[in-house]
Each structure stands twice: as structure tokens, then as C-alpha cells.
């Protein structure tokens, strides 16, 4: 289990965040939504079990693996939610005036390593998720410079 800085696991905050859009869909006047498909990210036992404490949770859902090959509308979504990190990538490379390389391998482990040495740890943890096997090796790097 990955946990946060501020102590939460990163299950129990999807799962929360997944439960909250939901809410705020019903709550918005979209009651006419017959049909609630999720791409399952973890078994519905677990997701209920994690939301268990929410002042309110809706649970008319349908958790389908590979849903974005099965309903069109957890594609679209996808495609959305790809565009907005994509945009929030971009502010954080203007930020830092640097091209940020995604995914995992050596290069992107220099340049994480070169993001903390350059503006400190606890900045690199704004920007990174630092919970991959990746983190020792950024650790590496930095004491071996």
C-alpha cells in the first residue's frame, strides 16, 4: 500500500475522490442517471469498504475491468482526464522552465534527481510521485553526485 505525505493511502483517496464526483453528479441535478460505469481500479467490497465513513456515498455502480473497451463514455473520460494532466504538466514545466519526462526509466530518474537537487526534496514531492522503486534510485544518484 502507498501511502501519502499526510499519512492517506493513495487507494483510500481515489476511492473517496471517485465517490465524491459521484455524490456531486446526483446532488447536481443529474438525477436522470440510470447506469454508473467505473473502471474497476480495485474490487467493489474494497471501494465500499474504504468510502465506508463518507457523510454520503452512492452505490448504484456498475465496476467493469477494461471499461474503457466495453462503454464509450469511460473512454471519452479517460481521454478528458489525459488532457487535463497533460495541461497541469505543462504549468509545472513553465514553472520550472523544463521539459517533465513521464513515465519511469534512467532518464527519468536523472532528471528527478536533478529537480531535487536543484530545488530541494520536498519540492520534487509537489511534482513526482515518489512511492515507486524509482525514489532509491533518485536517492542513489543524488549521493553518488
Known amino acids: 500500500m502507498v501511502i501519502t505525505a499526510d499519512g492517506n493511502s493513495i487507494d483510500l483517496i481515489n476511492n473517496k475522490i471517485h465517490n465524491k464526483v459521484l455524490v456531486n453528479m446526483v446532488r447536481n441535478n443529474y438525477n436522470d442517471v440510470k447506469y454508473v460505469v467505473v473502471d474497476q481500479f480495485c474490487f467493489p467490497k474494497n471501494y465500499f469498504e474504504y468510502i465506508k465513513d463518507a ?14 473497451d466495453k462503454c464509450y463514455a469511460v473512454a471519452v473520460s479517460s481521454i478528458i482526464c489525459r488532457y487535463v494532466f497533460l495541461m497541469e504538466m505543462k504549468k509545472i514545466e ?52
Open 55 to 68: 457523510k454520503e456515498v452512492y452505490k448504484n455502480i456498475t465496476f467493469t475491468t477494461k471499461a474503457e
Open 94 to 145: 513553465e514553472k520550472y522552465q523544463i521539459f517533465i519526462k513521464k513515465g519511469a526509466g534512467p532518464e527519468v530518474d536523472k532528471q528527478a534527481a536533478m529537480i531535487a537537487k536543484k530545488y530541494g526534496v520536498d519540492e520534487l514531492r509537489k511534482i513526482a510521485k515518489l512511492n515507486f522503486k524509482n525514489t532509491e534510485k533518485v536517492k542513489n544518484i543524488l549521493e553518488n553526485e
